[in-house]
């Protein structure tokens, strides 16, 4: 199978979870998801001068990920997220300000990076200083041009806005949310509210998409292209922990994106990987080898 360079770009954190410390951050665990599907995962991020930091480098190495594109921050503090679940087993954020991570700089290790990638998937949360969103357009802009580029919606707190949503999707191919972010976004942008179809729609158009993609937690996703339509009902399960899931969903989809497959084998494969995930304790398990052989199925390389 053909290896792909797929690059997580943002935020690298610890998740403090009521059952400990465990790492974390939405790009960290899509390029871990993708390297358990066969791919080249990097982690493009920053960690500060501290103890956290040291042990985050070390935890990414030992997950099997590339590492030499993660910058040391002389000043700030590696970034934490203290997370709990709500009635309904959601998690719940507190995510630490003015860390390591949002300072991102862009770099001559970062443009190469950025040349040479094959996928990237960036957010918003990153996105909240200047700085770093800043960097991330930069990334974005100085990749090449059949490179697939993913914007992964993550509305958190108060770190976000209509101005990052509507930069990032022209600079995305496809754009990711679940059904609780869309209205959010489309009252931002003045979009249809109430249809999930026709908002899914109005955005492709809007912004020249190749695909929208709307998750709906345990009830599976759509995907939507110019050329049609796919929906999966999701795997029936009793999720045990639900961080990290939407983020091995991205790394299903993304995987089957890059060898040209169907919307089906990627909307079969993207909720196969999220429903494993959030069946599992924390965002990076190790790798079950009959779950990934399901999810590469219907690849084409």
């Excluded at 489309?186 to 709307?214: H, S, T, Y």
């Excluded at 091995?248 to 990627?266: E, I, Q």
Aim: with cysteine; aromatic share 8%.
């Amino acid at each position: 199978m053909k290896k792909f360079t797929v690059v997580g770009l943002g935020e690298v954190l610890w998740d403090l979870l009521p059952s400990g410390k465990q790492v974390g951050g939405a790009p960290a665990n899509f390029a871990y998801m993708s390297s358990l599907l066969g791919n080249t995962g990097i982690v493009a991020s920053r960690v500060g001068p501290d103890a956290l930091g040291t042990a985050l480098g070390a935890k990414l190495r030992e997950l099997g990920l590339e590492v030499k594109y993660l910058q040391h921050d002389p000043g700030h503090q590696t970034g934490i997220v203290e997370v709990d679940s709500d009635e309904n087993n959601q998690p719940r954020y507190q995510i630490a300000e003015n860390v390591s991570w949002d300072f991102l700089e862009w770099t001559p290790a970062w443009r190469q990076l950025a040349e040479q990638a094959d996928a990237v998937c960036f957010g918003s949360l990153a996105q909240r200083a200047t700085n770093s969103r800043e960097t991330i357009y930069h990334f974005l802009r100085a990749m090449r041009k059949h490179a697939v580029r993913i914007f992964d919606v993550n509305l958190r707190q108060q770190f976000y806005s209509a101005d990052v949503f509507i930069t990032s999707a022209e600079l995305a191919h496809i754009v990711k949310m679940n059904h609780e972010e869309l209205p959010v976004v489309m009252r931002l942008l003045g979009g249809p509210v109430g249809d999930e179809l026709a908002a899914a729609n109005w955005l492709r158009q809007q912004f020249a998409l190749k695909i929208v993609c709307l998750t709906r937690g345990d009830h599976g996703s759509i995907l939507i292209s110019e050329n049609g339509m796919d929906v999966h009902q999701g795997f029936a399960l009793k999720p045990l922990d639900t961080v990290g899931a939407g983020d091995a969903f991205t790394a299903g989809l993304v995987h089957h994106y890059l060898r040209g497959s169907s919307l089906a084998a990627m909307n079969e494969a993207a909720n196969r990987m999220g429903a494993w995930v959030a069946s599992q304790r924390g965002a990076t398990p190790a790798g079950n080898e009959s779950v990934l052989t399901l999810a590469r199925a219907g690849a084409h390389d």
